[in-house]
């Protein structure tokens, strides 16, 4: 087994593939807005799709998950409009995902106990948004890219091991993930870019797909 054979095992779960799908084609057409506008603001309609888009990664980001979800909509659509152009702008990946953590529900307050905020939310609109530099990152991705890196990218002695491990104690050891942590682990997806997996969001697929394989949904 490969590292992209991953993307297949993603693929099966055909309402989530569809729904990834379907917010690729939504996250291009924010995008062209996005271009066509610059710097100025758009009219209301256009407003209103970027916040309906923002609201749609939240679900997708938390696999609808009721708990997960209703933050997104707190947003003023003005805002919203403003992140995502100084995302698109920025220079570096810092400044992309710190940019779009202004956001409410996307790392705008610390958490209480570490005081750190976090970022796994952002990363999934920048998904959306750049695509081939960016993927998710989550604490799936985290832990079964760790198993990979330590056996030397073998994924059948990764996904051994992986198989043996808790996934509840690693989604509770990774759940803080701030911007810094998150734009290093996204550095790994672009260096991990190859001809079957050419999106830094394939990259992410393709491991979040593995760990359905060592941990199947839901955890």
Known sequence: ?????????????????????????????????????????????????????????ENWKGMSMRNQVGLAKRNSEPSIWRAFQQAMHSETDLEAIRSLMSLTGFGSSPHPETGLRRAKRTTAVLRFLKPYGWGAVDWRTIAILRFLEKHSFDVGRGLAEATMDNPKDLQKDLDHINEDWACEINQKYKEMRTLELPRAADVEMALFGLSMVAWPLPV
């Open 1 to 57: 087994m490969k590292i992209f054979d991953g993307l297949d095992e993603y693929k099966k779960n055909a309402e989530y593939w569809k729904f990834t799908i379907d917010l690729e084609r939504r996250g291009e057409g924010i995008v062209k807005i996005l271009q066509k506008y610059g710097e100025s603001t758009p009219g209301k309609e256009c407003l209103q799709e970027a916040k309906a888009f923002l609201v749609e990664v």
